[in-house]
């Protein structure tokens, strides 16, 4: 195991990672994830639509309904749709649709890390009229990802950066994760100047220089293949086990600020859990799957939702035979409408949100410096 872009979130929170993770998978083998799978194909799909879009400058191309030999699924042909919409928005808005401004699924040599080091980015272009780079990140995962930050991003706009003669004032970075927990909303954007973007990846690249050992357990730890062995993520657990076990706070009587402290720690203390949970899940299989007797477990195959297995029109066909309407007509979210190049003003004339309650949100760094200015 290496220290790539893609698992750069993990060895830039944790020295130790690349050295566990290489441990456990020679004995255990790599974690098996059945969503790789569909993200592999996601991309593939999203690719070949984009690629359509810039030679034909076709917004609206048909979806295929395969894929690599493959049937699409109903619903990523639209995600993947969306997301190509959004790519095409900023092509139009760049004046770009091919060229050396514009990478689609590219591997782009990270010598500022390394000499012969790629980086794979989704999707990025530059925009000469105001001197921004745009480099997108498509997630097809459950779990949510935060663009502010995100070491994958950075490693890829620096890899363009240093790769390009034009000056880059801007850098947007973007992740959209089209299954996430807010999937009307998959965008999730950060802007930095490019020097800020050159200062924070010159310390990736310390980490990346490093051959240090230390093992800093935190929430990045369920990314990693070791954390079902991990010591470190162990001792973590424990001391986290301890806190909530021997100190008997009444949270009713503790002072406000202690409360928000104890909820933040709950959550550092759910995140360490799940981690060790999940690592120890994966273990178990691995040891079973090896022979060993655990009278209360079995591992099974873990399958997706059902999905059509034929072609959309062949089924559609199928049903009205049976006079059974198979076909849906939906309307896109107002999201997916903007994304489209609806206008947010008008957009915004013809949607509604209505109060469901009340919930605690944490402040954003962001908010919370203002409110100090
Ligand atoms: S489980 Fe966490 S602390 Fe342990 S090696 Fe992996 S990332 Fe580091």
Same mark, same amino acid.
């Given at each position: 195991?290496?220290?790539?872009?893609?698992?750069?979130?993990?060895?830039?929170r944790?020295?130790g990672?690349?050295?566990?993770a290489?441990?456990? &998978?020679?004995v255990?083998?790599?974690?098996?994830?059945?969503?790789?799978?569909?993200?592999?194909?996601?991309?593939?799909?999203? +690719?070949?639509?984009?690629? &359509?879009?810039?030679?034909?400058g076709?917004p609206t191309?048909? !979806?295929?309904?395969?894929?690599?030999?493959?049937v699409?699924?109903?619903?990523? *042909?639209i995600?993947?749709?969306?997301?190509?919409?959004?790519?095409y928005?900023l092509?139009?808005?760049?004046?770009?649709?091919?060229?050396?401004?514009l990478?689609?699924?590219?591997?782009i040599?990270?010598?500022?890390?390394?000499?012969?080091l %790629?980086?794979? !980015?989704?999707?990025?272009?530059?925009?000469?009229?105001?001197?921004?780079?745009h480099?997108?990140?498509?997630? #097809?995962?459950?779990?949510?990802v935060?663009?502010?930050?995100? /070491?994958?991003?950075?490693?890829?706009?620096?890899?363009?950066?240093?790769?390009?003669?034009v000056?880059? =004032?801007? &850098?947007?970075?973007?992740?959209?994760?089209?299954?996430?927990?807010?999937a009307?909303?998959?965008l999730? @954007?950060?802007? /930095?100047d490019? $020097?800020?973007? %050159? =200062?924070?990846?010159?310390d990736?690249?310390?980490?990346y220089?490093?051959?240090?050992?230390?093992?800093?357990?935190?929430?990045h730890?369920?990314?990693?293949?070791?954390?079902?062995?991990?010591?470190?993520?162990?001792?973590?657990? #424990?001391?986290?086990?301890?806190?909530?076990?021997y100190?008997?706070?009444?949270p009713?009587?503790?002072?406000a600020?202690? $409360?928000?402290d104890?909820?933040?720690?709950?959550?550092?203390f759910?995140?360490?859990?799940?981690?060790?949970?999940?690592?120890?899940? /994966?273990?178990?299989?691995?040891?079973? *799957?090896?022979?060993? !007797?655990?009278?209360?477990w +079995?591992?099974?195959?873990? $399958?997706?939702?059902?999905?059509w297995?034929?072609d959309?029109?062949?089924?559609? +066909? $199928?049903?009205k035979?049976?006079?059974?309407?198979?076909?849906?007509?939906?309307?896109?979210?107002?999201?997916?409408?903007?994304l489209?190049?609806?206008?947010?003003?008008?957009?915004?004339?013809?949607?509604?949100?209505?109060?469901?309650?009340?919930?605690?949100r944490?402040?954003?760094?962001?908010?919370?410096k @203002?409110?100090?200015?």
């Open positions: 195991m290496k220290k790539t872009a893609s698992n750069a979130d993990i060895w830039t944790c020295e990672y690349i050295k566990a290489s441990d456990y &998978v020679r255990y083998g790599s974690h098996e994830s059945p969503a790789a799978e569909e993200g592999i194909m996601a991309h593939g799909v999203a +690719e070949a639509l984009i690629r &359509v879009m810039a030679k034909d076709n191309p048909k !979806v295929p309904d395969r894929w690599a030999g493959s699409i699924p109903v619903d990523m *042909k995600k993947c749709r969306d997301y190509a919409h959004f790519c928005s092509m139009r808005r760049s004046n770009v649709y091919g060229g050396k401004y990478w689609v699924e590219d591997e040599e990270s010598t500022f890390l390394a000499d012969g %790629m980086t794979r !980015v989704d999707f990025a272009i530059y925009d000469p009229s105001v001197r921004t780079l480099v997108l990140d498509l997630k #097809y995962g459950h779990r949510v935060e663009a502010e930050g995100n /070491a994958q991003l950075l490693i890829g706009a620096r890899s363009i950066i240093d790769s390009i003669d000056p880059v =004032e801007k &850098v947007t970075m973007s992740i959209y994760q089209p299954n996430g927990p807010n009307s909303m998959p999730d @954007q950060w802007t /930095a490019t $020097l800020s973007v %050159m =200062e924070m990846t010159n990736i690249r310390q980490m220089e490093s051959d240090g050992n230390a093992l800093r357990p935190g929430s730890c369920r990314y990693c293949d070791a954390r079902g062995t991990c010591i470190g993520l162990r001792h973590a657990v #424990y001391s986290a086990w301890d806190v909530v076990a100190y008997n706070h009444i009713e009587e503790l002072p600020d202690r $409360l928000e104890m909820l933040a720690e709950m959550e550092t759910r995140d360490l859990l799940r981690a060790y949970q999940t690592g120890l899940e /994966a273990l178990c299989v691995s040891r079973l *799957k090896r022979g060993d !007797v655990m009278p209360k +079995e591992y099974t195959t873990s $399958l997706t939702d059902r999905k297995a034929h959309e029109a062949d089924i559609i +066909e $199928l049903g035979s049976m006079g059974i309407e198979l076909e849906k007509r939906t309307v896109v979210s107002p999201k997916q409408a903007e489209a190049g609806m206008p947010k003003e008008l957009v915004d004339t013809l949607v509604k949100r209505e109060a469901t309650g009340l919930k605690l944490k402040k954003s760094l962001k908010t919370l @203002q409110a100090f200015q």
